[in-house]
């Protein structure tokens, strides 16, 4: 059994947090293309929504399917503010901006909170869908708020420019973005280490007993939901200042079914798990994404390999190799597992050849029958890219099946021995 | 002296059937009282309906005096009664540490707090680490609850009960299913934690009960027909029809 042991000025932590910020602070000299400067902005800001979900799953087991109500207000509330201040009716720093949107998400936490949090479960579950749909429904019926279909569109470089920061340039907007997202993940990491935070675990894992400890469930849940939907408030007010226009999109179902999806591929169980996630979310969005249409079909394909096969998500996957590190048998998966990769790459190339050709041919097969793939040029209507794609397909499965043997044979050894070591 | 707890005419039915029919009883301050009767006699229908986990039917309930009826059961916590129960209700994915720091929480006045760090809570981890200690699991301090052997399990059940500080204990069972020498080790842990406060158990081994109960309560189909001192109790011929011949020389 792991020892946790608590020490005032835990190092490992520093070095943990001072490397995140590092990494943020110094990645766009490494990518200098504006494609990855885009795709860092969205992660940072996905990462804070990410985190705020998890508040709700992963540490007070609330399954929301209607999150992005909280960062879709935010944004809009965040948007006419922008609009207020080029007006010059409202002063405030643009960098301070996601305050708003923080504080609209809170507002709506407190007001929808209320009712969904009375219970927890399937019941929280139904209810967040349901205010979920009402407040899209709103989005089009009040178009003086919303703006419509076309949204609100605003612009983020108004009043003086502070120390030669516009916000004109994505650059600006992305340190603005990194600056709020360590601001936020150490809050809420923060908050994990409180009274409310430990009762919101306590409350997910055994009601019952909460309540006769002193602890209001009803309470605990609310208040979790309430800061969860500030956090994700200000997650908003930044993708409006990244964007400069808010839609219905941005309290939609799909947004709010992308941040379950993130969360959970990533390991809601763990803290960091929802920035792993997010990561991986927004590279297949955007990386995968930009080059084919089927991106969606990809990432709704691992969120069902994760949720069957590692429902602890990537963490998970991390972290259950950190004692066999420490036990020195890393050396026994290294072959299994370039096994696994490399059967592996062989089911993916036939799994991606056929999605790609059936994408092609359902959707062009008349007006555009030539494809390119993996340098390969042909048509969708020969026969020989189908058989080639579901020989791959077969033969990757069947020898995918032996290489994950044996993995498994190689962690039953593992865990044997560790038994032994430990027994 | 006054009650700590009070009973009258409480009552509970589950649609038409009536499981506890009246019940009068006062339990004054400090005792050590024990709820004993044959099974299905409504004694862990009692502690449910005492501590607000079930609503009664009719009658009223009073805690030092302070009608408690139709409170929520965190409302009767936060007044001063804490429970543990039957079948062990822990939070089986946190440390025995963390398990009790939770139970201490709300007592030291912390409440819903995110503005303080856990870690720099003086008052409540060295509360915690005194439980500990009481329970005998200061050497399982970091163990996850879930994995702790039955006994300590139970000694934990008792210890997040016991945490707050609550004057009023009820112990559901609190030795049930243990071996001869955990149950004695037991009886002892119960004794040392329910020094000057006011403990109510139901309880079915009658050594235990014989050996910690100042008064005990007869409670069969739903009324107490006898609450009295153990010698008397064992004297009395109407238990002994009623529960003790049932289980001979038990």
């Known amino acids: 059994m792991a020892k946790l042991k608590y020490t005032p000025l835990n190092l490992a932590r520093w070095i943990v947090w001072g490397s995140t910020a590092l990494v943020m602070i110094v990645l766009p000299l490494v990518f200098t293309e504006g494609f990855t400067l885009t795709l860092m902005s969205q992660i940072g800001i996905g990462i804070i929504f990410a985190l705020s979900y998890n508040m709700l799953l992963g540490q007070g087991g609330m399954l929301s399917f209607g999150h992005a109500v909280y960062s879709g207000l935010g944004a809009y509330f965040a948007a006419h503010a922008l609009n207020f201040i080029s007006k010059g009716s409202l002063v405030l720093p643009v960098a301070l901006l996601p305050l708003i949107g923080g504080l609209a998400g809170l507002l709506f936490g407190v007001i929808f909170g209320y009712v969904t949090t009375k219970k927890s479960g399937t019941t929280f579950a139904m209810i967040s869908l349901g205010i979920g749909e009402m407040v899209a429904a709103c989005s089009l019926m009040f178009p003086g708020f919303f703006g419509g279909e076309a949204g609100i569109t605003t612009n983020r470089v108004t009043g003086q420019p502070f120390l030669g920061i516009t916000y004109g340039p994505a650059i600006q907007v992305y340190y603005l973005i990194v600056g709020w997202a360590l601001v936020c993940m150490a809050a809420m990491f923060a908050w994990t280490q409180t009274p409310l935070g430990r009762m919101a675990n306590a409350v997910r894992d055994n009601p019952e007993r909460a309540a006769f400890i002193g602890y209001d469930t009803h309470m605990v849940r609310f208040l979790t939901l309430v800061l969860s939907a500030f956090f994700a408030g200000i997650a908003g007010g930044l993708s409006c200042i990244n964007y400069e226009i808010v839609t219905a999109e941005n309290v939609g179902a799909l947004r709010s079914a992308s941040v379950l999806i993130a969360t959970f591929i990533g390991g809601a169980g763990f803290f960091f798990g929802p920035i792993i996630g997010t990561i991986v979310f927004f590279v297949m969005f955007t990386a995968v994404g930009a080059v084919t249409q089927a991106w969606l079909f990809y990432t709704g394909l691992l969120f069902l390999i994760m949720v069957l096969y590692a429902p602890g998500g990537f963490a998970s996957l991390i972290l259950m190799h950190v004692p066999v590190m420490k036990a020195r048998l890393m050396r026994r998966l290294w072959l299994p597992y370039a096994a696994a990769a490399a059967t592996g790459l062989v089911l993916l190339a036939g799994l991606v050849t056929v999605v790609e050709i059936t994408y092609r041919y359902t959707l062009e097969a008349s007006t555009a029958p030539a494809m390119k793939l993996f340098g390969f040029e042909f048509n969708v209507t020969d026969t020989l890219p189908w058989a080639v794609g579901f020989g791959l397909l077969t033969g990757g499965f069947i020898v995918s099946l032996l290489a994950w043997k044996a993995v498994g044979r190689a962690w039953g050894d593992i865990i044997h021995i560790m038994q032994q070591h430990s027994a | ?250």
């Open chain 2, 1 to 250: 002296m006054s009650s700590a707890i009070e009973l009258k005419g409480v009552t509970k039915s589950f649609g038409n059937t009536a499981i506890i029919r009246g019940v009068d009883l006062a339990i004054p301050q400090g005792e050590r009282h024990a709820i004993i009767g044959p099974n299905g006699a409504g004694k862990s229908t009692l502690f449910n309906l005492i501590s607000g986990r079930y609503p009664v039917s009719g009658g009223d309930i009073l805690l030092n005096g302070e009608s408690v009826t139709g409170l929520r059961p965190f409302e009767i916590n936060r007044k001063g009664l804490s429970r543990s129960f039957q079948v062990t209700n822990i939070f089986q994915r946190m440390s025995v540490f963390e398990n009790i720091r939770c139970a201490v929480l709300w007592s030291l006045g912390y409440k819903y707090s995110f503005w303080h760090r856990l870690g720099g809570l003086k008052d409540a981890n060295l509360r915690a680490e005194e439980v500990m200690e009481a329970i005998g699991l200061k050497r399982r301090r970091d163990t996850f609850a879930g994995v702790l052997t039955y006994a300590e399990q139970r000694a934990l059940e008792i210890g997040v009960t016991i945490a707050g500080g609550a004057e009023v204990i009820l112990l559901d069972e609190p030795t049930a299913g243990m071996s001869r020498s955990e149950t004695a080790d037991a009886v002892e842990l119960i004794r040392k934690v329910s020094q000057r406060k006011t403990l109510i158990m139901v309880e079915h081994d009658m050594g235990v009960v014989f050996n910690l109960a100042d008064r005990i309560s007869v409670l069969v189909y739903g009324e107490i027909i006898a609450s009295d001192v153990p010698q008397n109790i064992r004297g009395n011929q109407a238990v002994q029809e009623a529960y003790l011949g049932t289980e001979g020389g038990a």
